[in-house]
């Protein structure tokens, strides 16, 4: 799942320790998250977007489709 959370982050001027700190959580976490090497969970989904004051749709985008959309 792709992600806008770095470009998100940088437009707040946070380093990813500061996003880190604000969703309590690692930072190897938001690292993690903004490499693609981990989703997050539905609820910290939710804070990440919350705190961008964006819907989660916004900040991760989903390119599944079924496979007969395929």
Known sequence: ?????????????????ELARRL???RQ??????????DPS???ALRMAGLFGLEVR???IDDWKPE???
Do not use: H
């Open 1 to 17: 799942m792709e992600n806008r959370v770095r470009e998100y982050r940088e437009a707040a001027g946070w380093s990813q320790g």
């Open 24 to 26: 309590r959580v690692s």
């Open 29 to 38: 976490t938001i690292n993690a998250v903004e490499t693609d090497k981990y």
């Open 42 to 44: 539905l609820p910290l």
């Open 58 to 60: 916004e900040l991760f």
């Open 68 to 70: 007969d959309e395929r």
